[in-house]
Nanobody, 123 residues
Framework: QVQLVESGGGLVQAGGSLRLSCAASGPTFRGYAIAWFRQAPGKEREFVAALTRSGGRVGQPDSVKGRFAISRDNAKNTVFLQMNSLKPEDTAVYYC????????????????WGQGTQVTVSS
């Protein structure tokens, strides 16, 4: 089973940018669908972005569409989430997750999870 470690979170002002990284150990990312989720205090875990096993991007929620982009570097076994034009409502713990195939954007479709990285956007 793949192990995932997120990094790159931090404190940023509204309108700024951050790039999150999700590094994998074990089997390479090429055999997995990879997704980013986020969870704010008191809220359910929310789907943000995903890549299918073949590397295709799936549809994103309106809350992040046009601002967040997922990408993959196979040589580095790493998936990235580029976040631009950040808003205070983007504040959350961000998680990457892996599945042996993409079955949809529900969190319970993904069996491997990282520990999360905190993103805080100040107004």
């Amino acid at each position: 089973q793949v192990q995932l470690v997120e990094s790159g979170g931090g404190l940023v002002q509204a309108g700024g940018s951050l790039r999150l990284s999700c590094a994998a150990s074990g089997p390479t990312f090429r055999g997995y669908a990879i997704a980013w989720f986020r969870q704010a205090p008191g809220k359910e875990r929310e789907f943000v972005a995903a890549l299918t096993r073949s590397g295709g991007r799936v549809g994103q929620p309106d809350s992040v569409k046009g601002r967040f982009a997922i990408s993959r570097d196979n040589a580095k076994n790493t998936v990235f989430l580029q976040m631009n034009s950040l808003k205070p409502e983007d504040t959350a713990v961000y998680y990457c997750a892996a599945a042996n195939n993409y079955y949809g954007s529900r969190a319970d479709n993904f069996g491997s999870w990282g520990q999360g990285t905190q993103v805080t956007v100040s107004s």
